[in-house]
């Protein structure tokens, strides 16, 4: 009978493969490689949404489970809310006017959208929200009204502008006077005014409006349903911003940029100019500045986002610099692809708007290059929905950290930790209005 020894046989199998795990270790990432960013991380990391969140933001339940004070048998007049820019903007004014006719016990009128000539939009709340569901979905929250009574639609309603006050002011000592000498007012709430201090049946009615009651019209649902499913799956929505009255406006300097850009933000840029010098690194430091396509693809490459990831993107008219990101990321998709050309064309600013805003609530992800109106609504609704896949790229963390001049890794790594960072806790998921924070 022959016995042979294991230890020799191990020995020589445990260095051989400590070897091989040092010769694996020591060879450098190839720079040619589709998958570097990958490299430069432990084996076994997956891309951001498989981090374990610690924090998510959910409807809170004091508006959930109708916690609603009775309408008032008499109220004391009717608002109108009167809502200027963007679609989202307008959708934004609106809420905080549905809960500012609750809060003065007053009867909401349909909103009056006021769109710039520059959108060449002249659709109205009508032409973009169902106002059957709406009223519908308000019954308890405020009482909503299609028409005025014929004595007091003949008159134009007696204007109240709170956009531009700033500080602690008081809708009930600065607005409630006019409702209640003239009876019909309209206003445009102002963006300082701090919504914590409402009693929570006016929240109730501002969540209730902006979360439950606004839906598409049937024809624009059907549209942005078709688009949705024309989107390959799984896909990203990526709300990208870098168009020149962005960048105009945000008084930032870039190097870099091809001539047509620079022609354009110039054409944008009127009185305001960008700051130079030292100014110019403090703005920029502050996270002040719009994420060009590139850089964008830079941070989601460090968050491990595949470059074969299909990607819808959510962007204005007049992008610029999108070759930035479509040589990393091929798979990119436009309402213009994928709409038929008849369809396209009969869009204006409300409608591509509600479009991206539709697609982007729907999306397997959601990211923002940006904190704007429509993302804040986005992230909201996708909470709202329990879709928790939503970050924004953080302008300051990638600005910061370029400005120290380090290593392409430790550049990489440093973005990864920030962005998870927020992914984890929650930052920037929902706004505090209307959601709760709830712990995992």
Known sequence: MVVFSVKPLFSVLLVTLSLVVVLVFLSPPSPFSANWVSSYFPIGKQDIWSVRRVVEWRPCSWWLNGHLTALPSENNGYIRVDCYGGLNQMRRDFCDGVGIARLLNATLVLPKFEVASYWNESSGFADVYDVDYFIQQMNGFVKVVRELPAEIALKEPFRVDCSKRKGQFDYIESVLPSLLEHYYISITPSMSQRRDRYPLYAKSALCQACYS????????????????????????????????????????????????????????????????????????????????????AFILQSLDIPSDTNIYLAAGDGLMEIEGLTSIYTNVFTKSSLLNGEDFTSLHGNTKAALDYYVSINSDSYIATYFGNMDKMVAAMRAFKGLCKTLFLSRRAFSELTSHGLSEKELIQGLWKAHTDDFVMGRGSALPDCFCEFKL
């Open 213 to 296: 009651a606004l839906r598409l019209t049937r024809s624009l649902e059907r549209k942005a349903s078709e688009l949705l499913e024309a989107i390959p799956k799984p896909f990203l929505s990526l709300h990208l911003r870098f168009e020149p009255d962005m960048v105009a406006y945000s008084q930032c300097q870039y190097s870099g940029l091809s001539p047509t850009s620079m022609k354009a933000i110039e054409a944008a840029r009127g009185d305001r100019q960008p700051w130079t010098g030292e100014l110019a690194k403090v703005w920029r430091k502050r996270g002040k500045c719009p994420l060009t396509p590139n850089e964008t």
